[in-house]
């Protein structure tokens, strides 16, 4: 039977206070009489010294009338008697005394008394009279004219308190103990119920649920645990949410490995299925002596569209990795963005506008100049793939607070809303792209400016489609 952690405390606690109080109740009943004889005796040692004292100071007579003013409310019994032990006065009439020899008593058994003891000239203690089981506490002294002082109480009246008391001691502890397993119950509840709490928490905890938190406002250990409890569940709900996108990101990645090497494998058996079928038919004599120019033009032009793919290729995956790191300096990127926009004047069918405009002040910024016009001239020649004479492809320039951004674009066929997000990936083409083309220059301009510290965008306008990215300045 599994006994629970509140059981345990309240158990604990009631066998402590159990044992305590019969323990105080025991202790109680067994000294309250020895007690109460000890008091008393005290008293009347205290009150025979005084009356001793006086006695010296006073002849009998007025003594006697010093004794009955003092000692009128008085239990106890007081006698003073004459050498001969004969009772002189007495402040009760009748007394044990009366009946009983008291020369016998104070001469032959105070010596053989346990409970008595004598001490300068006078006697105290408790007498056993081995009469009807009568004790005495007895205070006697002796003064120097042979008179002498005896005070005496019986110590029933004691014995009858303590044994009025004795029930009542009862009743009390009782009520203690019921008050005690009512306050121990409340206080095993008030310390195991933060840790069943912390308890069922930590049970969530390993089923992953992390959305039970602890909720007390105690500063004790208890509390320090609680938030401690709390702050695992975060830390533990974050890391395996990162895990999660891990794994997720680690899925998709495998997916994209797959479809990259479906695309790689797609793209290149084109070329290689031309350039084979035309070495064949070489091989076989099937051209004529003048046709053989074309077929190894063919065949020249394939294997360049694979060298160049393979190097493409090469390149996104050096950025992809990480491992190629760019040559950053000072540079000015309205002097490289002429650069490139007088390479391309150059080629570019006339009948296309083509046009750029910069600010006026120098763009000063931190970045590799070679890896950025490599980023810009893919803009250029996408828009190129996409333009007809009388077209427009335009550079410009637009300087923020701490970036460039930086926009190509041109009239003509616009993206469908659904691809506008995917044209950045690896051989990704539009359908309406009739156009040849590998689909990596959009995926490595995207790298080379993540590594810059910028990012990319794509968007349709009213006359046609915007490329582009946001380059930090001071990167």
């Known amino acids: 039977m599994k006994i629970t952690l509140r059981k345990r405390i309240f158990i604990g606690y009631l066998v402590i206070l159990g044992i305590t109080l019969f323990g105080g109740y025991l202790i109680l009943d067994l000294v309250s009489q020895t007690y109460f004889e000890l008091q008393k005796t005290n008293q009347i040692v205290a009150k025979g010294d005084e009356l001793a004292k006086n006695y010296d100071e006073l002849d009998t007579e007025a003594f006697i009338e010093y004794l009955e003013r003092t000692t009128a409310f008085d239990t106890s019994n007081y006698m003073i008697m004459n050498k001969r032990n004969g009772i002189l006065y007495s402040t009760r009439r009748y007394s044990i005394f009366s009946r009983i020899d008291v020369d016998r008593i104070l001469s032959s058994h105070m010596n053989k008394q346990p409970?008595?003891?004598?001490?300068?000239?006078?006697?105290?203690?408790?007498?056993?009279?081995?009469?009807?089981?009568?004790?005495?506490?007895?205070?006697?002294?002796?003064?120097?004219?042979?008179?002498?002082?005896?005070?005496?109480?019986?110590?029933?009246?004691?014995?009858?308190?303590?044994?009025?008391?004795?029930?009542?001691?009862?009743?009390?502890?009782?009520?203690?103990?019921?008050?005690?397993?009512?306050?121990?119950?409340?206080?095993?509840?008030?310390?195991?119920?933060?840790?069943?709490?912390?308890?069922?928490?930590?049970?969530?905890?390993?089923?992953?649920?992390?959305?039970?938190?602890?909720?007390?406002?105690?500063?004790?250990?208890?509390?320090?645990?609680?938030?401690?409890?709390?702050?695992?569940?975060?830390e533990l709900e974050q890391t395996i949410f990162r895990l999660e996108e891990e794994l997720a990101k680690e899925k998709n990645l495998d997916k994209m490995r797959k479809q990259f090497v479906a695309k790689v494998s797609h793209e290149l058996k084109t070329p290689l299925t031309i350039a084979s079928g035309y070495i064949e038919a070489i091989e076989d004599g099937v051209p004529e002596q003048d046709e053989l120019e074309g077929f190894y033009t063919i065949i020249k032009k394939e294997i360049q569209r694979m060298s160049t793919m393979v190097k493409e290729l090469l390149d996104l995956a050096s950025h992809q990795s990480g491992s190629f790191r760019m040559k950053k300096r000072e540079m000015d990127l309205g002097v490289l963005l002429n650069q490139i926009y007088s390479k391309f004047k150059e080629t570019m069918n006339p009948a296309i506008q083509f046009t750029i405009?910069?600010?006026?002040?120098?763009?000063?910024?931190?970045?590799?100049?070679?890896?950025?016009?490599?980023?810009?001239?893919?803009?250029?020649?996408?828009?190129?793939?996409?333009?007809?004479?009388?077209?427009?492809?335009?550079?410009?320039?637009?300087?923020?607070?701490s970036a460039y951004q930086v926009t190509v674009g041109n009239t003509g066929p616009k993206i469908e809303e659904k691809e506008v997000g995917m044209i950045w990936e690896a051989f990704y083409q539009s359908k309406d792209n009739k156009k040849k083309g590998l689909g990596l220059g959009l995926a490595i301009t995207k790298e080379i400016i993540s590594q810059?510290?910028?990012?990319?965008?794509?968007?349709?306008?009213?006359?046609?489609?915007?490329?582009g990215f946001m380059l930090p300045i001071n990167h």
């Not at 405009?357 to 890896?371: A, K, N, Q, S, Y």
């Not at 007809?388 to 410009?396: L, P, S």
């Not at 810059?452 to 490329?467: D, I, M, P, S």
Request: hydrophobic share 40%.
């Open 115 to 234: 409970k008595l003891k004598q001490e300068e000239g006078r006697v105290w203690g408790i007498a056993d009279l081995n009469f009807e089981d009568y004790q005495l506490l007895v205070y006697y002294k002796i003064f120097n004219d042979g008179y002498s002082l005896l005070i005496t109480e019986t110590l029933k009246p004691i014995g009858q308190t303590v044994a009025i008391m004795q029930p009542l001691l009862l009743g009390i502890f009782l009520i203690m103990a019921l008050a005690i397993i009512i306050l121990t119950y409340f206080l095993a509840r008030n310390i195991t119920k933060p840790i069943e709490e912390l308890t069922n928490i930590t049970e969530a905890m390993s089923d992953l649920n992390f959305k039970l938190k602890y909720m007390g406002s105690r500063e004790d250990e208890i509390g320090t645990l609680g938030k401690s409890v709390n702050q695992l569940a975060s």
């Open 357 to 401: 405009d910069l600010p006026r002040e120098p763009m000063h910024m931190v970045g590799d100049p070679i890896r950025l016009e490599q980023a810009v001239s893919n803009l250029l020649s996408n828009s190129l793939k996409h333009v007809t004479e009388n077209d427009q492809i335009f550079i410009r320039v637009k300087q923020e607070e």
């Open 452 to 467: 810059h510290g910028g990012q990319c965008f794509a968007r349709n306008t009213a006359e046609g489609v915007e490329f």
